[in-house]
T-cell receptor
Framework: DAGVIQSPRHEVTEMGQEVTLRCKPISGHNSLFWYRQTMMRGLELLIY????????DSGMPEDRFSAKMPNASFSTLKIQPSEPRDSAVYFC????????????FGPGTRLTVL | AQSVAQPEDQVNVAEGNPLTVKCTYS??????LFWYVQYPNRGLQFLLK??????LVKGSYGFEAEFNKSQTSYHLKKPSALVSDSALYFC???????????????FGSGTRLSIRP
């Protein structure tokens, strides 16, 4: 099992540019979570999906952030336009149905916005 | 609303000594509680969880966690610390109950555990 796969692992971009982060959950998992981690704010849940449907996006900081899950094996988190304060490590996690929510995290994408 | 608190930002322990990382929770109803560990430049890894049953839960790498309902605590423990246990530890609580589909998990602020040789 390859685990949760995230790409890219590192992204450096300039303010104003569009950024797209990608996640492939573990096969058979039906829930997917996007988190952001910073020193100042710790680990924040941005949005999560059950069976490809967004359930709670209350953690998405602004309209500049959007997330999609077009099928069970792929999700994207997009920031447009990006700002320096978006610099963080973004994690994707997935959960199998009926697991009582043990989450399996990907390695993260470290985003730096200059 | 569910919440967890980790009162210590950092815990320092000598190798071979017992360690405790503290966590208190606030929930309505029965708590689903978790511990996760994060090593440098890695994602979080599940350590153990309490759903129901014995108050002492045994998990990976010799860790255990003690659920105490009267004190609303779920402390992480290990009898003998290793230098390799040095990492960031997160306590978490599930929001909502039931098994139908995944729910939001609320993570604590994290405690950095440092084990000195």
């Amino acid at each position: 099992d390859a685990g949760v796969i995230q790409s890219p692992r590192h992204e450096v971009t300039e303010m104003g540019q569009e950024v797209t982060l990608r996640c492939k959950p573990i096969s058979g998992h039906n829930s997917l979570f996007w988190y952001r981690q910073t020193m100042m704010r710790g680990l924040e849940l941005l949005i999560y999906f059950n069976n490809n449907v967004p359930i709670d996006d209350s953690g998405m900081p602004e309209d500049r952030f959007s997330a999609k899950m077009p099928n069970a094996s792929f999700s994207t988190l997009k920031i447009q336009p990006s700002e320096p304060r978006d610099s963080a490590v973004y994690f994707c996690a997935s959960t199998p149905q009926g697991s009582t929510d043990t989450q399996y995290f990907g390695p993260g994408t470290r985003l730096t916005v200059l | 609303a569910q919440s967890v608190a980790q009162p210590e930002d950092q815990v320092n322990v000598a190798e071979g000594n017992p360690l405790t990382v503290k966590c208190t929770y606030s929930v309505s109803g029965n708590p689903y509680l978790f511990w996760y560990v994060q090593y440098p430049n890695r994602g979080l890894q599940f350590l153990l969880k309490y759903i129901t049953g014995d108050n002492l839960v045994k998990g990976s790498y010799g860790f255990e966690a003690e659920f105490n309902k009267s004190q609303t605590s779920y402390h992480l423990k290990k009898p003998s610390a290793l230098v390799s246990d040095s990492a960031l530890y997160f306590c978490a609580v599930r929001e909502g109950t039931g098994y139908s589909s995944a729910s939001k998990i609320i993570f604590g602020s994290g405690t950095r555990l440092s084990i000195r040789p």
